[in-house]
């Protein structure tokens, strides 16, 4: 599978996904540290992907998502953005309705139409 098709398979399959150098509970630099405590903050289920042990991702993603830097919130199949929109967003709720809401959606059982 090429990479642009693994990103694009990890944004379908994760609700909440974040983009980041190192992990959660290890940043590896100040902006994804405080993306990731904004994220955690929500108080749901998040994937991460460590853009420094996947360098393929690295040089593809910002391409792919036409969103140059790290890190970069995927909710619901689509970019939020980096670091200074979580935090914004943090700041006045919409990031933890957009996240909640998000998460919600993806625990509600599939009713056909």
């Known amino acids: 599978?090429?990479?642009?098709?693994?990103?694009?398979?990890?944004?379908?399959?994760?609700?909440?996904?974040l983009?980041?150098?190192?992990?959660?509970?290890?940043?590896?630099?100040?902006?994804?540290?405080?993306?990731?405590?904004?994220?955690?903050?929500?108080?749901?289920?998040?994937?991460?992907?460590?853009?420094?042990?996947?360098p393929e991702i690295r040089a593809n993603l910002p391409k792919y998502a036409n969103w140059p830097t790290f890190p970069q919130l995927w909710v619901a199949g689509e970019l939020v953005g980096g670091s200074d929109i979580m935090t914004e967003m943090a700041a006045d709720g919409s990031l933890q309705s957009l996240i909640k809401d998000a998460a919600a959606k993806a625990a509600a059982p599939k009713t056909e139409a």
């Open 19 to 54: 983009y980041m150098k190192g992990s959660p509970n290890a940043p590896q630099c100040g902006f994804s540290a405080k993306a990731a405590q904004a994220v955690m903050a929500c108080g749901e289920k998040f994937a991460y992907v460590d853009i420094l042990q996947n």
């Open 1 to 17: 599978m090429d990479i642009i098709e693994t990103i694009k398979e990890q944004i379908a399959n994760n609700t909440i996904l």
